[in-house]
């Protein structure tokens, strides 16, 4: 697929997606690789474009430099975004009350605290993206480690065997003590990618997903 094939689609796909305002955003590709630029309205609107590029086949890699500029009159000053913060994370019920911490800088939101399962992680910065004012997100939430790894390891290969009907496709997968997960080995695009990582976090123990998987090969 030429490159200037792939960027029309990528731009068709963009302008597709219904929850983003894509008139802003500069599409560039280059040995499939792509580049966006430009700005959107909202942190949410930031991640909707990010995921219409990664369905798109023969995109290999996404180098993000997208910026989120809220109108003027839109602006919450921080102490309002980290008063909804605290709010919605309560609301969400995903982690022991007061588990989670919000800081709010210049509309960065850093979450801190302990969970004991990825998906707690993930739920508190999926509520936290909805949230108006949001610029940006850092995810410093930790995962405890209770399992070892070779637990971990048979856990996830046979999670893997399952949804790939029994094969692991030549996927490699190796754990360290501590729940750090490292996928290495090549899948046909980015869905199969994101799907892989998604079944290796869903594993009791695992606290960081190092993601070295490549599409294509």
Not at 7 to 23: F, K
Not at 81 to 101: H, T
Not at 137 to 150: F, G, H, L, Y
Not at 154 to 161: G, H, S, V
């Amino acid at each position: 697929m030429s490159e200037i094939f792939l960027r029309q689609i990528i731009l068709e796909e963009l302008d597709y997606e219904p929850s983003l305002d894509a008139a802003h955003i500069g599409v560039v590709v280059e040995k499939g690789i792509v580049t966006l630029t430009g700005h959107v309205a909202s942190f949410a609107q930031k991640q909707a474009a990010i995921a219409a590029v990664q369905r798109i086949h023969n995109v290999r890699a996404i180098a993000d430099e997208i910026e989120v500029r809220y109108p003027f009159e839109e602006k919450i000053d921080d102490d309002e975004i980290a008063r909804r913060a605290a709010d919605v994370l309560g609301w969400i019920g995903v982690a022991p009350d007061r588990a989670i911490q919000a800081l709010v800088r210049n509309g960065w939101v850093t979450l801190t605290g302990d969970v004991d399962w990825h998906f707690q992680k993930q739920s508190a910065e999926d509520a936290i993206r909805k949230l108006s004012g949001v610029c940006g997100i850092k995810n410093d939430i930790a995962i405890k480690p209770r399992v070892q790894a070779k637990d971990v390891k048979k856990t996830i290969e046979d999670a893997l065997r399952r949804r790939f009907e029994g094969e692991v496709r030549g996927i490699r997968v190796t754990v360290e003590d501590g729940g750090d997960v490292t996928l290495e080995g090549f899948v046909n695009d980015w869905s199969e990618r994101q799907m892989i990582e998604t079944a290796a976090w869903s594993a009791l123990g695992v606290t960081v997903v190092n993601n070295r998987l490549s599409v294509g090969g």
